[in-house]
């Protein structure tokens, strides 16, 4: 498990969310620590590196 900090898309807070290094692409709805609003996590790892990160609002 690897601490990522970043910016919620909703109250602009610097936020933390614990991602899952063994899983190569992920995607999955998370709550705002802060704000409790639904943030899309999609995170990619290479060999246990975060290659790629986006934290974005659901609403359309």
């Given at each position: 498990?690897?601490?990522?900090?970043?910016?919620?898309?909703y109250?602009?807070?610097?936020?933390?969310?614990?991602?899952?290094t063994?899983?190569?692409?992920?995607?999955?709805?998370?709550?705002?620590?802060?704000?409790?609003?639904?943030?899309?996590?999609?995170?990619?790892?290479?060999?246990?590196?975060?290659?790629?990160?986006?934290?974005?609002?659901?609403?359309?």
């Amino acid at each position: 498990m690897e601490e990522h900090f970043f910016q919620c898309p909703y109250c602009w807070e610097q936020i933390s969310m614990l991602l899952d290094t063994s899983v190569r692409e992920q995607t999955y709805i998370e709550d705002c620590e802060i704000c409790c609003n639904p943030i899309e996590i999609h995170a990619v790892f290479q060999e246990a590196e975060l290659q790629s990160f986006d934290a974005g609002s659901i609403e359309q």
